[in-house]
């Protein structure tokens, strides 16, 4: 069978399933099985009845009239014995008088039986026999008659004459009658037992085609229940594909058949499937998960396999000489759904994490490891990762580190640095920017470490509360204590911004330690006002006007326009350290590049820092270009607290820029 055919026909099976068509099924037969087998009982029970019934009343009769044949037999031979002994006492008037009485008396007799043989068989098939034995007795009575009136007269030969010729005759004549009435009889009883037994065989026969089609019933209900509840295990129910287990199982299957290593596992989302759902309603998002899995599902080749995790997130084992031609198709594939009654084919690209199956994998290994591969294609935002051992420490790391997380905040682990900004038309501090250190086992953890992880997991947005009120409290003690603070700038991710309390809060810390707008600046990253930008510009006005500095970090590495920071009113620009770098080393396209950023900051009305400062040379270009702000190394690394507390009681540097 094809694999297409194959997958139209899991198709119909599934949404078989689906109608609960299965169940009606399976209702239906139970219900023929009980119809089949209380019409075969019924039967079976009316047929043993009528045998029965059949049997007893043939058998009562036959036996009834068995008697009276052999009771009229009788008398008629006593009776003829009686005549003949009459015969042979011919002489003897007494004795013959005395034979004459006797037969007589028999005569009556039998005639009463006759009689009452009569009334049981007249109407049956019987009755027609019973008027020859009846008209055969007449006649031999008749003989009888003649004999005993000769004899009365003592004409011993007249009577002999119907002794020898009348008498014996109308005997035969009975005994025929007899005989043929025992032979219908035993035609009767024969006729009753074969009846009987072609009964009993029909029953027989019903009874073996009840059992039979009970089994088979039976066993037909058994295997759809059995698949029906195989379709409920295996089966993932929105798109009709297996689920989990069931590909767990073949991989363990593939693992003891050894073939496993001939596979590559595929783990992969949907790009921004939430979009589909929130834009095209979720029954569009279902249909296009269901149809995304057939899709792909049809691109299969033999013995692959693919099952649905969850959500939009789905699991394949492929072919290693097929996996680059599957990969590029499942990068982006072309489903179609019906949206208001009409077909749209829509585009959906996924991420995919890919792990290549070594010998002695399990088949959770495998699954952990392409969970693992895929979550990194979102971080480092490319579309497919391979799965490489590293991978385990770094998820190691960032497990641990997300876990010790929040006890570092509770016990104030994090520790704010400062790094001075420097005023290079006159060469003194103008200003800092708080930068996070994690005192870690006694070893201070840099930002990279860790602010990136806590902003993927969204858990940054604490620490950035924490270091804005370490910054204003330490701004509060400063000024309590006669220092004369200078601004501080705070990182805040993008992150806060969908958060609609975030101005709230800043002002509420703002507001709690008495700071003076003048000493707070909050650097928001360059990307995030592309994304967030209706959120990003009401915080920027919010905090415009209570008088809180705005600026742009990192500028010139995220996507935003430049007519966008035209829209935005901030206050200061920061060009990021890429930039800085390729001053003073010949890449004179840089210097034009930061020459042009510089000048239009500037017309647009914006002040301008550059971090990452390194070399004199660059602070001297920076310089030329009308820059006053600078940030780095050529000056100040981050400062501890203390050693930024001395740099605020003498502000001026002694390395003076040309
Ligand atoms: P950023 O905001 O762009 O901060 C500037 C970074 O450049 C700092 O690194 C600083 O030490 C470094 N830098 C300054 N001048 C020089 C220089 O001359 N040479 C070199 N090589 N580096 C220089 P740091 O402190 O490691 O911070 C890295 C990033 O971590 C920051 O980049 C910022 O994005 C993030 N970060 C630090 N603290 C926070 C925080 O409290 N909240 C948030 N959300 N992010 C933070
Ligand atoms: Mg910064
Ligand atoms: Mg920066």
Redesign the pocket.
């Known amino acids: 069978m094809s694999e297409q055919s194959k997958a139209v026909r899991r198709e119909k099976r599934n949404s078989y399933i689906k109608k609960r068509k299965l169940p009606i099924r399976v209702l239906s037969l139970t219900v023929l099985i009980s119809v089949v087998g209380l019409a075969g009982l019924l039967y079976i029970s009316y047929s043993m009845d009528r045998i029965a019934r059949v049997y007893n009343g043939v058998v009562k009769n036959d036996y009834a009239n068995l008697e009276y044949m052999d009771s009229i037999s009788q008398n008629f031979y006593r009776q003829q014995a009686l005549v003949f002994q009459y015969m042979d006492n011919f002489d003897d008037n007494d004795k013959k008088n005395n034979l004459k009485i006797n037969a007589k008396n028999i005569e009556t007799a039998l005639f009463d039986e006759v009689k009452e043989f009569g009334d049981n068989v007249i109407g049956t098939v019987y009755e027609s026999s019973y008027h020859t034995i009846f008209s055969g007795l007449n006649g031999y009575f008749s003989n009888v008659n003649y004999i005993f009136e000769f004899g009365d007269v003592n004409d011993y030969s007249t009577a002999e004459f119907y002794m020898q010729n009348m008498l014996l005759e109308s005997i035969e004549e009975v005994n025929d009658a007899v005989d043929l009435f025992n032979t219908l009889i035993k035609d009767d009883v024969n006729k009753t037992q074969q009846e009987m037994t072609n009964h009993l065989e029909v029953s027989r026969i019903i009874s073996i085609v009840i059992i039979v089609l009970l089994t088979i019933f039976t066993f037909i209900g058994l295997a759809w229940s059995i698949s029906a509840s195989r379709e409920i295990a295996y089966k993932d129910p929105l798109t009709g594909i297996d689920n989990m287990d069931k590909f767990q199982k073949d991989m363990d299957r593939y693992i003891k058949k050894g073939r496993i290593t001939e596979y590559i596992c595929v783990c992969s989302n949907i790009k921004d499937f939430t979009i589909v759902n929130q834009q095209l309603g979720s029954a569009v998002g279902d249909m296009a998960l269901r149809n995304f899995a057939n899709t792909v599902t049809q691109r299969l080749q033999k013995d692959e396999r693919i099952a649905r995790v969850g959500g939009d997130k789905f699991i394949m084992l492929i072919r290693n000489e097929h996996i680059d031609e599957f990969v590029k198709f499942v990068d982006r594939v072309s489903i179609t759904v019906d949206y208001h009654n009409e077909a749209h084919i829509i585009q959906l690209e996924t991420r995919c994490g890919l792990c290549r199956i070594k010998e002695g994998y399990d088949a959770g290994t495998i699954v952990d490891d392409v969970h693992l591969a895929l979550s990194q294609t979102k971080l480092k935002a490319v579309d497919n990762i391979w799965f490489e051992e590293n991978m385990l420490e770094q998820a190691y790391d960032r497990k641990t580190l997300l876990a010790e997380y929040q006890s570092a905040i509770k016990h104030k682990e994090?520790v704010?640095?400062y790094?001075p900004k420097v005023n290079i038309f006159n060469n003194t501090l103008c200003g800092s920017?708080?930068?996070?250190?994690w005192w870690r086992d006694d070893k201070i953890v840099?930002?990279?470490k860790f602010?990136p992880v806590?902003?993927e997991e969204g858990r940054?947005?604490e620490?950035?509360f924490?270091?804005?009120e370490q910054v204003c409290c330490d701004i509060r003690t400063w000024l309590d204590n006669g220092i004369k603070p200078v601004r501080v700038s705070?990182?805040?991710?993008k992150l806060h911004l969908r958060n609609p309390g975030f101005a709230e809060h800043v002002l509420e810390i703002v507001d709690r330690y008495n700071i003076d707008s003048e000493y707070l600046e909050i650097?928001l990253?360059e990307s995030s006002g592309y994304e967030d930008f209706d959120a990003f510009t009401e915080f920027v006005d919010k905090m415009r006007s209570r008088g809180i500095h705005i600026s742009i970090?990192?500028f010139g590495t995220g996507y935003s326009s430049l007519s966008l920071l035209k829209k935005l009113d901030v206050d200061v620009i920061?060009i990021?350290?890429s930039f800085?770098d390729g001053i003073a080393i010949g890449d004179e396209m840089n210097e034009s590049l930061v020459k042009n950023i510089i000048y239009m900051i500037k017309d647009l009305n914006r002040h301008v820092i550059c971090?990452?400062?390194?070399s004199m040379q660059q602070a001297e270009f920076l310089k030329k270009q009308n820059c006053h702000m600078v940030?780095?190394?050529?000056f100040d690394?981050?400062l501890p607290h203390d050693e930024y507390e001395e740099r605020l009681k003498s502000p001026v540097y002694k390395n003076v820029v040309e």
């Open positions: 994090f704010v640095y790094q920017e708080a930068l996070v250190r840099p930002p990279f602010i806590l902003e940054v947005t620490l950035d924490y270091v804005f705070s990182n805040f991710s650097e990253t970090d990192d920061k990021d350290k800085i971090e990452g400062v390194e940030q780095g190394y050529l690394k981050p």
